[in-house]
């Protein structure tokens, strides 16, 4: 089944220890997105992919990174991960950005110690 | 910038009957579309229904039906006939019309199915 796959479901890293996580989908669709989700919020978008188009949101940290090497595969970069970027992120995808579905992958929750 | 509010962290209704969340948005914008996203424990979000704000029909999916009430800025989702398997978080949703911003989200309500 086509789907959005998320590795790993979960990751600890240490406190300012570079991690990065993994998106792939087999949906062949256009864009991508990263939501960071904390405990008892909201989803929140930190930046999308549109093709090969970067699109990042203006209160994302500098310390997120994104990587889009082919259409398949999306990467999430922390640089330096701190106690206050512990969350759930989930990544996204749709077909192009106007009023399309997103579909969504099962998420990546990052444990920071 | 737009918000969406969802006023019920926690709902619980017994299996069968019907019950209704509540979601209100704020926005200056004219073209948007609406949507209910459910996320069952443990596993991803899915799409329950959507709306197009220039649609004064409100959308219905099988036992999921929505009020849309344009002027008042709600968007409430109504689920009939509540099943076991409806038990999750739900959450409210909110895309401008260019789509650039991607969805802005409600904090969820987390429904309890009583058997």
């Known amino acids: 089944d086509a789907m959005v796959i998320q590795n790993p479901r979960y990751q600890v890293t240490q406190f300012g220890k570079p991690v990065t996580l993994s998106c792939s989908q087999t949906?062949?669709?256009?864009?991508m997105y990263w939501y960071q989700q904390k405990s008892s919020q909201a989803p929140k978008l930190l930046f999308h992919?549109?093709?090969?188009?970067?699109?990042n949101e203006a209160d994302t940290p500098d310390n997120f990174q994104s990587r889009r090497p082919n259409t398949s595969f999306c990467f999430l970069d922390i640089r330096s991960p701190g106690l206050g970027d512990a969350a759930m992120y989930l990544c996204?995808?749709?077909?192009?950005?106007?009023?399309?579905?997103?579909?969504f992958g099962p998420g990546t929750r990052l444990l920071v110690l | 910038a737009q918000t969406v509010t969802q006023s019920q962290p926690e709902m619980s209704v017994q299996e069968a009957e019907t019950v209704t969340l509540s979601c209100t948005y704020d926005?200056?914008?004219?073209?948007?579309?609406l949507f209910w996203y459910k996320q069952p424990p443990s596993r991803q979000m899915i799409l329950v229904i959507r709306?197009?704000?220039?649609?004064?029909q409100n959308a219905t999916e099988n036992r999921f039906s929505v009020n849309f009430q344009k002027a008042a800025k709600s968007f409430s989702l109504k689920i009939s006939d509540s099943q076991l398997g409806d038990a999750a978080m739900y959450f409210c949703?909110?895309?401008?019309?260019?789509?650039?911003?991607?969805?802005?989200f409600g904090k969820g309500t987390h429904l309890i199915i009583q058997p």
């Open positions: 709306q197009e704000a220039y649609k004064q």
């Open positions: 926005t200056s914008e004219s073209d948007y579309y």
């Open positions: 949906l062949n669709h256009n864009v």
């Open positions: 992919y549109y093709d090969k188009d970067f699109n």
């Open positions: 996204a995808t749709s077909i192009n950005r106007v009023q399309e579905t997103q579909y």
């Open positions: 949703a909110y895309m401008t019309g260019g789509g650039a911003d991607g969805l802005t």
